[in-house]
């Protein structure tokens, strides 16, 4: 059997897998990294989908820095739609915030980026790097030896040693499930349209966040399409719901929704392909061991609401890319628990926030409690009062 070596090898070739091998190609430019997807060849799947379909992803500030630092903002804040101000309601409730990135000040609160875009961009900086890859490459076996661990591929023919396994594959991650690492997964009983839409009036870079019963409309800013505004909708509801939506025609989805949102954004003209996802969080039981840290979704997979997944990821990812700098600076085993259990310590608060913000408030705007409902309006309207909760606010969403 044909056998390579590396230092660190990452399974997973999404957005997440390619950022982390991006920082270590720019902060241990003498590590042999290896990046395992597999799925075919990122430059082979651009072209999949309409460009007025495309799917979006929402970056915060923070976000936007890290970016930088890999060299890649450059190219994606050219084709990215700014949020300069987020306006939070609730269905039928007199409470409302509106927070502008003028309270903070800041150019802007977070961007929104399309898919298919940032893939385009990650693939051609990754053929830039000294990072190796391989594609359509799956692996059969994970084998734990007293130096390395060596992965067996599914091709019969070849096998991978490497002192670091970064697993990065996303949710349920069939890596981790292979070194003993489950995931305890949570069904929030929701699903999840995603599309696009072509709106009547300028968005004038304004996301919303709607809260409705059983669930929640986010609309986000794009860039227009044939000269027309642009903005992505993400609209959470019962599963039952959810059916109903995907099997109504264009016009009654539209009327639906309005009804649901309201008219800030002025009329929905059009609505692009609708796709649904039912809702499931997961955490992994272990993020690291020794030789083994998990990244993205295979570590810990978000509800939607605040839309955090990805940035998330990403400050998890450049706090790991540092830390194994520094132990490579210190001459120290980058594998170790020593520096992984560092890694762990240095996230667990930002994580913990983020994790617990993203469960509490689902629950805490599905119940129908006259009380907890006051509140509700009461929070929203203070805030909307105070420039320094609405700064505090904003902070925490922009990974701040």
């Excluded at 430019?29 to 460009?51: F, G, H, Y």
């Excluded at 059983?214 to 609309?219: D, E, Q, T």
């Excluded at 992994?284 to 083994?292: D, L």
Aim: with cysteine; aromatic share 8%; net charge neutral.
């Amino acid at each position: 059997m044909k056998k390579t070596n590396y230092d660190c090898v990452i399974v997973g070739g999404g957005m997440v897998g390619i950022s982390f091998a991006l920082m270590l190609a720019r902060q241990c430019v003498n590590m042999r990294v290896l990046l395992l997807e597999s799925k075919p060849d990122l430059s082979a799947q651009q072209n999949e989908e309409c460009i007025f379909d495309a799917r979006t992803t929402a970056l915060s500030f923070k976000s936007a820095l890290i970016l930088e630092d890999i060299d890649v903002w450059n190219l994606l804040r050219k084709q990215s739609a700014e949020i300069a101000s987020i306006h939070v309601s609730t269905l039928g409730q007199f409470g409302v915030t509106r927070i502008n990135s003028s309270d903070i000040p800041v150019e802007a609160l977070g961007y929104v980026v399309e898919n298919h875009t940032m893939r385009a961009i990650f693939a051609e900086k990754l053929a830039q790097s000294n990072i190796s890859s391989r594609f359509s490459s799956k692996i059969a076996k994970v084998e734990l030896h007293e130096r390395a661990l060596e992965l067996v591929l599914e091709d019969g023919g070849s096998a991978i040693s490497t002192q670091l396994l970064i697993i990065a594959d996303g949710a349920a991650s069939e890596t981790a499930q292979q070194v003993g690492i489950h995931a305890l997964v949570r069904d929030h009983q929701q699903s999840a349209i995603v599309a696009n839409l072509t709106l009547e009036k300028e968005h004038r870079d304004a996301a919303y966040e709607r809260f409705i019963r059983g669930g929640s409309i986010a609309l986000l800013p794009m860039s227009p399409y044939l000269g027309k505004p642009r903005a992505s909708l993400v609209w959470i509801q019962s599963n039952d719901e959810t059916k109903m939506m995907m099997r109504a025609d264009d016009a009654s989805f539209l009327v639906r929704l309005q009804d649901q949102f309201g008219y800030r954004a002025g009329l929905f003209s059009a609505v692009g392909v609708r796709r649904n996802y039912a809702l499931a969080s997961t955490e992994a039981e272990e993020q690291a061991r020794r030789r083994v840290v998990l990244l993205g979704n295979a570590a810990h997979s978000l509800h939607p609401i605040a839309g955090q997944g990805f940035n998330l990821a990403l400050r998890d990812a450049e706090c790991l890319s540092s830390c194994i700098r520094e132990a490579l600076d210190k001459g120290l085993d980058y594998s170790s628990m020593e520096v992984l259990g560092k890694y762990l310590d240095s996230r667990w608060l930002d994580q913990q926030k983020v994790i617990g913000f993203t469960k509490f408030l689902p629950q805490l705007f599905a119940t129908d409690s006259y009380p907890v409902g006051i509140g509700r309006n009461l929070a929203l309207l203070l805030m909307e009062s105070s420039q320094p909760f609405r700064r505090a606010f904003a902070r925490f969403g922009m990974g701040l």
